[in-house]
């Protein structure tokens, strides 16, 4: 474990965070939940049986709320038969509100699309048909590789609808990622698209899926193929095939029948402290009922008024959870939105809050600290007084990018009370979210997510296991199963056990650093182990050395999160080049190198910086003292490096680096 180790200096600084602000009392009054839900709460296994049965349709009622005899792997709800796509789609329509606008897409060029309900659950079921025709089966894992458009949640519900498992890939992942998880899950079918818009350009994602099945020996046999933006791409007959002509093909009619309610709903890989991304699985009636129980008491969401907007990718857990199932199994409006938030100005944002009159908003520390940047007279053009709630998520929100949301985002157009901001902890892991204040109960503090929700244990602790007293740090554990955990590691359920259930005896390992502070609320530290965040997105060190001593100039390669005023974190590379290394005359080797990293895993995994060194500082026994490289990515001084093999070599790289 742990070049990042808890960072204390900062803690000390957060815990002068002095500021408090309870909830408005027309907020708190006209609230989902009050306080009282926390004592409900407390017959835990009672508590979830009753959010599964009031937030969900089962078409056959569970037995047993849940079975941890063979711990750590959990069942939920068991016995109980549930489908998602019925849950979010077919019983508004039955309930009279086929008309209500399910999503408002709003495309990087500027076009539009209202689709309600009746809409949504008629492609939905077209595409389940489609699916089926191609011989997709209950079981069958279907790749997703799509830009945020509308034909993502479909096809996401599609699937789930007949039961056949989606493995999403973000669409910034290269063909080489791509084809790795489709190889890991074994898919049958994989669902495209041409390309999406960036930044007012047509940018391509077929041709990856194309170079990602271009080898034999993958378990692919069609593609299905949205036109987004008409680019030529190249077709290979009898495997690719076109969505609209299969779905125009097939009947609107289809029958949702009940999955198990340990049915895999899908996989989601992520990184890890290896170099091998992980394939979280996770299951149906547990996911859902967390999921829709969280939207609704974190964002107090109202679905008959509120417009709700979460600016995460689908190719992330925030978009699966928080886009594709809890808002609609809870009936909610939202805004889906394809592009960058500066195309084609750095309005555009507060241009769709206004345009839709956004009342919830879920986004990224980063986003709000880039916002931040750009100014506060670019919000400041915008009517945002519909916002009435603000969410934060994916990684530590610090103190002053919260005071700012707050005022300029939150308390605009003149409110007399700023909007409530939940930050929300979680991970794709735990699949919904874990620790965030209760918008009308909790008194917020700028940085903090405080407090497990109800029905959740959460626990910081020692190394040895014991919990921390209040005013101390550790290690951030989760002390019961939860219904939306994920329930294994795709193929490895060793892994499973090792990665998460092994550190601590009996508790959830989640390789978070946290501190309680001295009233007991809970202050999220960063990572303990060798995954970075940057703008939110999980990175592994090992992946993206791994991929950099894949490249013939590099003999070896250290990576370290650098901490960075808007990503997050910052990746920096450090690389020694082998001695007959060839770099061509006018070649800069920093630019090769990352751009190697961004064709092996993909462009959000280029290093900021990458320094070529003459050595790596390492101890006597050969280990890689990466805390080193840190501090002087960091800009400090390293400090004693008396433990080095050889301890000139710091001074060397920090001579190198002032150069
Ligand atoms: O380090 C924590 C950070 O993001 C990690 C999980 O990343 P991922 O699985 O990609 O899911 C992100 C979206 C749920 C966690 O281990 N993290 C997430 N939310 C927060 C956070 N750190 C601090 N505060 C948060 N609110």
Same mark, same amino acid.
Request: hydrophobic share 40%; aromatic share 8%; net charge negative.
């Given at each position: 474990m742990s070049q990042q180790t808890v960072n204390g200096d900062a803690f000390e600084n957060l815990l002068r965070e002095e500021r408090r602000f309870p909830p408005s009392p027309d907020f708190a009054a006209a609230a989902n939940v009050h306080e009282d839900i926390y004592a409900a709460a407390e017959d835990r296994t009672a508590f979830w049986a009753d959010q599964a049965r009031t937030r969900l349709t089962w078409s056959k009622d569970f037995e047993e709320t849940l079975d941890w005899s063979d711990a750590p792997f959990?069942?939920?709800?068991?016995?109980g038969k549930v489908n998602a796509a019925y849950n979010a789609l077919d019983r508004h329509v039955e309930n009279g509100l086929g008309d209500r606008v399910a999503i408002h897409f709003e495309g990087e060029p500027g076009d539009t699309e209202? &689709?309600?309900?009746? /809409?949504?659950t008629e492609r939905v079921k077209r595409a389940a048909n489609a699916f089926e025709s191609l011989g997709v089966q209950e079981g069958d894992r279907v790749a997703v590789y799509l830009p945020m458009i509308p034909e993502a949640v479909v096809t996401m519900l599609a699937c789930a609808r007949i039961g056949a498992v989606h493995s999403v890939v973000f669409g910034g992942f290269s063909a080489d990622a791509l084809r790795s998880r489709i190889d890991?899950?074994?898919?049958?079918?994989?669902?495209?698209?041409?390309?999406?818009?960036?930044?007012?350009?047509?940018?391509?994602?077929?041709?990856?899926? /194309?170079?990602?099945?271009?080898?034999?020996?993958?378990?692919?046999?069609?593609?299905?193929?949205?036109?987004?933006?008409?680019? /030529?791409?190249? $077709?290979?007959?009898?495997?690719d095939l076109h969505w609209t002509e299969l779905l125009d093909a097939a009947s609107p009619e289809h029958t949702a029948v009940g999955h198990d309610s340990e049915h895999p709903l899908f996989i989601l890989y992520t990184s890890g402290t290896t170099g091998k991304p992980k394939g979280i699985l996770h299951t149906t009636g547990g996911y859902l009922t967390q999921t829709a129980y969280t939207h609704s008491v974190v964002f107090d969401l109202k679905p008959e008024s509120d417009v709700y907007w979460c600016t995460a990718d689908i190719g992330w857990v925030t978009g699966h959870s928080y886009i594709t199932y809890a808002p609609l199994i809870n009936g909610a409006t939202q805004v889906m939105y394809e592009g960058t938030p500066d195309s084609p100005h750095q309005g555009r944002w507060w241009e769709i809050v206004e345009k839709y009159k956004v009342s919830i908003l879920y986004t990224a520390p980063t986003a709000i600290r880039t916002m931040m940047k750009w100014g506060s007279d670019i919000p400041a053009k915008y009517d945002l007084s519909s916002i009435r709630l603000l969410g934060s998520v994916g990684e530590p929100i610090n103190p002053e990018a919260w005071m700012w949301y707050r005022e300029v985002i939150?308390?605009?157009?003149?409110?007399?009370?700023?909007?409530?901001?939940?930050?929300? $902890? $979680?991970?794709?892991?735990?699949?919904? &979210? #874990?620790?965030?204040?209760?918008?009308?109960?909790?008194?917020?503090?700028?940085?903090?997510?405080?407090?497990? &929700?109800?029905?959740?244990?959460?626990?910081?602790?020692?190394?040895?296991?014991?919990?921390?007293?209040n005013g101390h740090g550790g290690f951030l554990v989760i002390r019961e199963p939860w219904p939306a955990m994920l329930r294994t590691i795709w193929g490895d359920p060793e892994r499973y056990k090792d990665t998460y259930w092994s550190r601590f005896d009996g508790m959830y390992f989640a390789g978070d650093g946290a501190k309680k502070?001295?009233?007991?609320d809970i $202050?999220?530290?960063?990572?303990?182990? /060798?995954? #970075?965040?940057?703008?939110?997105?999980?990175?592994?060190? @090992?992946?993206?050395e791994s991929a950099l001593v894949s490249h013939e100039w590099v003999a070896e390669a250290a990576v370290v999160g650098a901490a960075d005023p808007t990503t997050g974190q910052a990746v920096v590379a450090f690389v020694i080049l082998r001695g007959e290394a060839e770099i061509p005359d006018g070649e800069d080797a920093s630019a090769a190198l990352r751009a190697h990293v961004g064709k092996e895993i993909g462009p959000i995994a280029k290093p900021k910086h990458v320094l070529v060194v003459p050595e790596l500082p390492k101890t006597r026994s050969g280990k890689i003292m990466r805390r080193l490289l840190k501090d002087v990515a960091e800009g400090r001084d390293p400090?004693?490096?008396? @433990?080095?093999?050889?301890?000139?070599? #710091?001074?060397? &790289?920090?001579?190198d680096l002032r150069k």
């Amino acid at each position: 474990m742990s070049q990042q180790t808890v960072n204390g200096d900062a803690f000390e600084n957060l815990l002068r965070e002095e500021r408090r602000f309870p909830p408005s009392p027309d907020f708190a009054a006209a609230a989902n939940v009050h306080e009282d839900i926390y004592a409900a709460a407390e017959d835990r296994t009672a508590f979830w049986a009753d959010q599964a049965r009031t937030r969900l349709t089962w078409s056959k009622d569970f037995e047993e709320t849940l079975d941890w005899s063979d711990a750590p792997f959990a069942k939920w709800f068991v016995g109980g038969k549930v489908n998602a796509a019925y849950n979010a789609l077919d019983r508004h329509v039955e309930n009279g509100l086929g008309d209500r606008v399910a999503i408002h897409f709003e495309g990087e060029p500027g076009d539009t699309e209202t &689709i309600t309900y009746a /809409d949504l659950t008629e492609r939905v079921k077209r595409a389940a048909n489609a699916f089926e025709s191609l011989g997709v089966q209950e079981g069958d894992r279907v790749a997703v590789y799509l830009p945020m458009i509308p034909e993502a949640v479909v096809t996401m519900l599609a699937c789930a609808r007949i039961g056949a498992v989606h493995s999403v890939v973000f669409g910034g992942f290269s063909a080489d990622a791509l084809r790795s998880r489709i190889d890991d899950a074994e898919a049958k079918l994989v669902v495209t698209a041409d390309g999406t818009y960036r930044r007012g350009k047509p940018s391509s994602l077929k041709p990856a899926v /194309d170079d990602a099945l271009a080898e034999p020996g993958h378990t692919v046999e069609h593609v299905v193929v949205v036109r987004r933006n008409g680019q /030529d791409i190249a $077709w290979t007959e009898g495997r690719d095939l076109h969505w609209t002509e299969l779905l125009d093909a097939a009947s609107p009619e289809h029958t949702a029948v009940g999955h198990d309610s340990e049915h895999p709903l899908f996989i989601l890989y992520t990184s890890g402290t290896t170099g091998k991304p992980k394939g979280i699985l996770h299951t149906t009636g547990g996911y859902l009922t967390q999921t829709a129980y969280t939207h609704s008491v974190v964002f107090d969401l109202k679905p008959e008024s509120d417009v709700y907007w979460c600016t995460a990718d689908i190719g992330w857990v925030t978009g699966h959870s928080y886009i594709t199932y809890a808002p609609l199994i809870n009936g909610a409006t939202q805004v889906m939105y394809e592009g960058t938030p500066d195309s084609p100005h750095q309005g555009r944002w507060w241009e769709i809050v206004e345009k839709y009159k956004v009342s919830i908003l879920y986004t990224a520390p980063t986003a709000i600290r880039t916002m931040m940047k750009w100014g506060s007279d670019i919000p400041a053009k915008y009517d945002l007084s519909s916002i009435r709630l603000l969410g934060s998520v994916g990684e530590p929100i610090n103190p002053e990018a919260w005071m700012w949301y707050r005022e300029v985002i939150g308390g605009s157009g003149g409110k007399a009370e700023p909007a409530p901001i939940v930050d929300t $902890w $979680w991970q794709t892991e735990t699949g919904a &979210i #874990m620790i965030a204040p209760l918008p009308g109960v909790t008194a917020t503090k700028p940085g903090s997510a405080q407090v497990p &929700i109800p029905g959740i244990a959460v626990d910081v602790v020692d190394e040895s296991g014991n919990s921390v007293p209040n005013g101390h740090g550790g290690f951030l554990v989760i002390r019961e199963p939860w219904p939306a955990m994920l329930r294994t590691i795709w193929g490895d359920p060793e892994r499973y056990k090792d990665t998460y259930w092994s550190r601590f005896d009996g508790m959830y390992f989640a390789g978070d650093g946290a501190k309680k502070d001295d009233d007991g609320d809970i $202050w999220l530290l960063g990572r303990v182990d /060798d995954v #970075m965040n940057v703008s939110g997105h999980r990175l592994s060190t @090992t992946e993206i050395e791994s991929a950099l001593v894949s490249h013939e100039w590099v003999a070896e390669a250290a990576v370290v999160g650098a901490a960075d005023p808007t990503t997050g974190q910052a990746v920096v590379a450090f690389v020694i080049l082998r001695g007959e290394a060839e770099i061509p005359d006018g070649e800069d080797a920093s630019a090769a190198l990352r751009a190697h990293v961004g064709k092996e895993i993909g462009p959000i995994a280029k290093p900021k910086h990458v320094l070529v060194v003459p050595e790596l500082p390492k101890t006597r026994s050969g280990k890689i003292m990466r805390r080193l490289l840190k501090d002087v990515a960091e800009g400090r001084d390293p400090g004693d490096a008396t @433990t080095l093999a050889d301890p000139s070599v #710091m001074q060397q &790289i920090a001579a190198d680096l002032r150069k």
